[in-house]
């Protein structure tokens, strides 16, 4: 190869690990390999010596971004799983699900899905009659059954205090219509959902959290895919969000595969190591 061919292909693959590293700090919508591209190769699978990895999907939810998965998202990718982390609207589980199942049909192969707190909502019903969804990993997230709404199933047992944490703002739709779009109060961000995180970590996600609108909780389910796709679920059990009693009830019912971590709502923050193995146990079972 002469030396000016060897020059444009560093250039080239400089191009695209600087296009890649820039949307993961971006945080909105990360794709990384959507072919399986970090699986094994195809010489491997032909010779029956592996098959391609799942493709991971990651979705947040209330109060979060896509970077708080940036921890998971790192050791997955160096354990060679492909990686999306989507970005929530948080406008209400129907349409979340909708923006969702955009991103699966765009992303071919098996995948499996992770859902945190209100992304739970949106996994359970994007994910319904997909069959290459091969698993859903619930994080500290709803499991919501037909009828059910976030907010019921918060206050199905005692031990939230976000409703005291929040910081309501009065919004007007794009079609004319009022409505309230909810944060968390930034000097009661790192207690109420983030106590085990560092303070500076905290404060950057409580400066960067995104809102969901209040109608959004109150959205019923229509639809529950962990009734047919096998299901683990994190519970962590110094949630000030989403009850651990509420949590232990959704993942009992749903047969889930449950590890239970001493961990505050943010656990993919404060244990990504912990999150990214059930998700990995997760990818395994669907080989």
């Known amino acids: 190869m002469s030396s000016v061919k060897r020059a444009s292909k560093r250039r080239i693959l400089t191009g695209v690990g600087a296009a890649v ?20 190769s195809d010489a491997d699978r032909s010779a029956g010596k592996g098959q391609a990895k799942p493709t991971i999907v990651l979705e947040h939810g209330a109060f979060a971004d896509a970077s708080g998965w940036n921890g998971v998202i ?12 989507a970005a929530n609207p948080l406008r209400g589980p129907h349409t979340d699900a909708t923006a969702l199942r955009s991103v699966l049909d765009h992303v071919k192969g098996p995948k499996i899905l992770v859902g945190h707190s ?40 005692p ?70 796709i096998p299901s683990w679920d994190i519970v962590t059990t110094q949630d000030l969000n989403i009850p651990a009693a509420a949590q232990r009830f959704m993942a009992k ?27 990995e146990e997760a990818a395994r079972a669907a080989r």
Do not use: C, M
């Open 159 to 228: 031990g939230s205090t976000l409703p005291g944490a929040l910081d309501p703002v009065p919004v007007t739709n794009p079609d004319g219509s009022k409505g309230t779009e909810l944060y968390i109060q930034q000097d009661k961000f790192r207690h109420q959902f983030a106590a085990d995180v560092s303070r500076a970590k905290a404060a950057l996600a409580a400066a960067g959290q995104r809102p969901i609108a209040q109608s959004a909780l109150e959205e019923k389910a229509t639809v529950a895919a962990w009734k047919t």
């Open 21 to 40: 590293t820039a949307g993961i700090a971006v945080g909105t919508f990360v794709l990384v390999g959507t072919a399986n591209a970090n699986a094994d």
């Open 253 to 279: 019912r749903a047969h889930a595969r449950t590890t239970e971590v001493a961990a505050s709502h943010s656990v993919a923050v404060s244990h990504p190591g912990i999150v990214t193995r059930v998700i």
């Open 74 to 85: 790192a050791r997955l990718h160096a354990d060679g799983y492909p990686v999306v982390a």
């Open 118 to 157: 209100y992304g739970g909502s949106v996994i359970s019903e994007a994910a319904a009659n997909d069959p290459e969804v091969k698993g859903l990993v619930y994080v500290a997230a709803f499991l919501p059954a037909p009828g059910e709404s976030a907010l019921e199933l918060t206050n199905k047992y």
